[in-house]
């Protein structure tokens, strides 16, 4: 079964940009979304066919899928966006999600 | 307003059987796919199940499939998802999610809080 591969953490400082990773085999050529999940809050899509944003995501959020790795990336992290991310991709006819990645603002 | 309230969660024994329902309001729920997503105390998300618009196409996760089915009734709104011979590892909040109907493949755009699942005897 497909694979998606996340880090379990990533720490950044405020202002700094924070990058995520999300690996799988050829993931360059399916779509990947990504997920924002506060605590205790349902998750969030804060990014959708690889580099898309949906209305009202800040444009400090930014994403980009080549080869085995998307990336999702945070400029000028601000403390609000502490938070588990996650990955998602279709493969055939079933969703995957990552692991998910808690993002630490230190 | 989208809103997506799901329901009839609950602790149940092993091997026992619970129905999810999810009433959908605020968008025209007829012309949208709708899955289920679970998330195990402390763990990452995990995909449940997937239904098409009209209700012909269904796709399940591995660790479901035989076990669990997904329905839905757009007269009324609701989508549903049968769970039966539940196993201890099944514990889950369970959430309905859309799909986002403007893009293909273009996410999870609205998410219900979740209901609680709890199998054990």
């Known amino acids: 079964s497909y694979e998606l591969t996340q880090p379990p953490s990533v720490s950044v400082s405020p202002g700094q940009t924070a990058s995520i990773t999300c690996s799988g085999d050829?993931?360059?050529?399916?779509?990947v979304c990504w997920y924002q999940q506060r605590a205790g809050q349902s998750p969030v899509l804060v990014i959708f066919q690889d580099s898309k944003r949906p209305s009202g995501i800040p444009e400090r959020f930014s994403g980009s899928n080549s080869g085995n790795t998307a990336t999702l990336t945070i400029s000028g992290t601000q403390a609000m966006d502490e938070a588990d991310y996650y990955c998602?991709?279709?493969?055939?006819?079933?969703?995957?999600f990552g692991g998910g990645t808690r993002l630490t603002v230190l | 307003e989208v809103q997506l309230v799901e329901s009839g969660g609950g602790l149940v024994q092993p091997g026992g059987s619970l129905r999810l329902s999810c009433e959908a309001s605020g968008f025209a729920f007829s012309f949208y796919e709708m899955n289920w997503v679970r998330q195990a105390p402390g763990k990452g998300l995990e995909w449940v199940s997937h239904i098409s618009s009209n209700g012909i196409t269904t796709y399940y996760a591995d660790s479901v499939k035989g076990r669990f089915t997904i329905s839905r009734d757009n007269a009324k709104n609701s989508l549903y998802l049968q769970m039966n011979s539940l196993r201890d590892d099944d514990t889950a909040v369970y959430s309905c999610a859309r799909e986002s109907s403007a893009y293909d493949q273009g996410g999870f755009d609205r998410w219900g809080q979740g209901t609680r699942v709890t199998v054990s005897s």
């Open positions: 050829k993931l360059g050529d399916k779509y």
């Open positions: 998602q991709a279709w493969a055939s006819t079933t969703v995957v």
